[in-house]
């Protein structure tokens, strides 16, 4: 499963994925640091052009801007925009969202390979056909991806382990839903 952020809220098409946000400024010759939503966090600067736009303007319009250099640095990810030559400019850029056009996006190639943001609002049944709830997000644990489903009729959250063939048995896009070997009771 492939964790290219839930975090895509925008009315105007196309559609726009919001994969991270550039947190600060990286020596002096125009690098910007970036926190990335993306796994592996370095992946983000994988795409090229980005478009970008201030966090706290959600009615902006999207800027494009195309990557010079990217690559994982300790514990974050720093990246050298186009016409970004100093740490002046640099600053400029902090804190703006990071986003790209949902047709760059890469085909998943595995049968069993899903990004997160498909996943949501799936319908979650079990093998004996009971309803479960809905997907409201997932989170990482470490061992494994974990979905949360959420039942309105019995006003309860389930955490079921993101295991293929396991816990998880069938995904079905279509018709919106995930097949899980889950007790009701749990």
């Known amino acids: ?59 902006a319009p999207w800027t494009k801007v195309k990557l010079k250099a990217g690559k994982r ?39 069993d390979e899903y990004y997160w943001r498909d996943l949501l609002g799936l319908r979650v049944v079990n093998q004996q056909g009971i309803e479960l709830g809905v997907v409201k997000s997932l989170m990482e644990t470490g061992a494994n991806d974990v979905l ?6 019995e006003n309860k959250e389930r955490l079921i382990p993101w295991v293929m063939h396991n816990a998880i048995i069938a995904v079905d896009l279509e018709k919106g839903t995930i097949e899980v070997d889950w007790d009701a009771d749990f």
């Open 148 to 153: 949360v489903v959420f039942s309105e009729a």
């Open 1 to 59: 499963m492939s964790n290219h952020s839930p975090h895509q809220q925008d009315d105007e098409a196309p559609e726009k994925i919001v994969l991270g946000r550039i947190t600060g400024v990286y020596g002096v010759k125009g690098w910007v640091k970036v926190f990335s939503y993306t796994e592996p966090m370095e992946a983000i600067v994988d795409y090229s052009p980005w478009l970008i736009r201030a966090e706290n303007r959600k009615n």
């Open 73 to 111: 640095h300790a514990k974050t990810v720093v990246a050298r925009l186009e016409h970004c030559n100093d740490r002046d400019e640099a600053m400029s850029y902090i804190g703006t969202e990071i986003a790209i056009e949902l047709e760059q996006l890469e085909a998943l190639k595995g049968k």
